[in-house]
């Protein structure tokens, strides 16, 4: 516990004197107000960075600075929908943003799961988000049989240095994907995520990864 508050305090980005910190068996629960949604995303980071801790529970709400002057929701969703709409990246179809209190969803589909994650990325730093709701849909433009798809996602962790293959067990049905098994660390927890995630045809993953310890 004394790790992560010293984490959380050396972050400039996370203001702790109203974060209050628990932990149960390396799992780690945030509680508290930070001023914006960067700072609870950076909370969460630096928490999953500190030895020992297997998941991070982030219960932090949003509560920006009454002095600061803050964008309208629908101010909020027209810089998004800007934003997203002129992202080659994306190419996000039947784009659909809402705002209501800063609480941001998003709903349209993609053609790859990386894609769905890097929105919501983009959206992040928006003044005036509280709360993201991913609700974009995955729809992969060519077939790939689940079997060639599980055969590339552990191609992929076979080819990390921070991953062993034979530890992660790969199942994919109809483009979604479930890993388990055990991983030594929280990065590499999220490593292995990430060879899904980054995967042509997955249309959704269910991550049940533990973490072994070193």
Do not use: C, F
């Not at 998941?55 to 101010?75: F, G, K, M, Q």
């Not at 530890?167 to 490593?191: H, I, K, M």
């Amino acid at each position: 516990k004394m790790d992560v508050i010293n984490q959380l305090t050396r972050d400039n980005r996370v203001d702790t004197s109203k974060v209050g910190v628990t932990v149960d068996e390396g799992v780690v629960t945030l509680e508290g107000e930070v001023p914006t949604y960067l700072a609870r995303l950076s909370a969460a980071s630096d928490v999953s960075d500190v030895l020992g801790v297997v998941d991070v529970d982030n219960r932090l709400s949003v509560s920006y600075p009454a002095i600061l002057p803050l964008p309208t929701d629908e101010e909020i969703a027209e810089s998004i929908r800007v934003k997203l709409g002129a992202n080659p990246d994306i190419n996000l179809l039947d784009m659909d943003v809402s705002v209501s209190a800063g609480w941001v969803t998003l709903r349209g589909t993609v053609d790859a799961y990386w894609k769905k994650i890097y929105a919501e990325n983009l959206v992040e730093p928006e003044p005036g988000v509280v709360l993201i709701e991913n609700h974009i849909a995955v729809v992969p433009t060519e077939g790939i049989v689940d079997k060639q798809l599980a055969n590339d996602i552990v191609q992929s962790l076979e080819a990390k240095a921070n991953v062993d293959a034979e530890d992660v067990n790969v199942s994919v049905e109809n483009g979604l994907v479930t890993l388990s098994g055990t991983v030594p660390s929280w990065r590499a927890r999220q490593s292995a995520l990430d060879s899904a995630r980054y995967t042509a045809g997955v249309i959704g993953i269910d991550n049940r990864l533990r973490i072994s310890g070193p």
